[in-house]
């Protein structure tokens, strides 16, 4: 009798790892539940908690790129506007 390897999604994984933190219930109690074994639970709870810094770390990078953005745009801004005011001041001689 062997047992197959059985392949979890992430949204899975994610669900257990949360109801771990929760600690409603204990980890016996959702070993049954969703039909993992306790030390499976374990390690996606430690793997969630582990890189739940990346994503605030995402968002932070997001919010920069927004802002280079806004600052590229405005940058061509004034230079069109520096050479419209160029070209008008040497039309009028100043």
């Known amino acids: 009798m062997s047992k197959e390897k059985r392949e979890f999604t992430k949204a899975f994984k994610a669900k ?3 109801e771990a933190l929760k600690e409603r219930e204990t ?5 049954k539940r969703f039909e993992v074994s306790p030390n499976q639970i374990v390690q996606w709870k430690r793997a969630f908690l582990d890189n739940t810094e990346k994503i605030f770390q995402q968002e ?3 919010q920069e790129e927004i802002d280079l953005d806004k600052l590229y745009r405005k940058i061509g801004e004034l230079e069109m506007e520096r ?3 160029r070209k008008s001041l040497r039309k009028t001689g100043l």
């Open 27 to 31: 980890l016996e109690e959702l070993s």
């Open 60 to 62: 932070d990078k997001k």
């Open 16 to 18: 257990v790892a949360i």
């Open 83 to 85: 050479d419209f005011l």
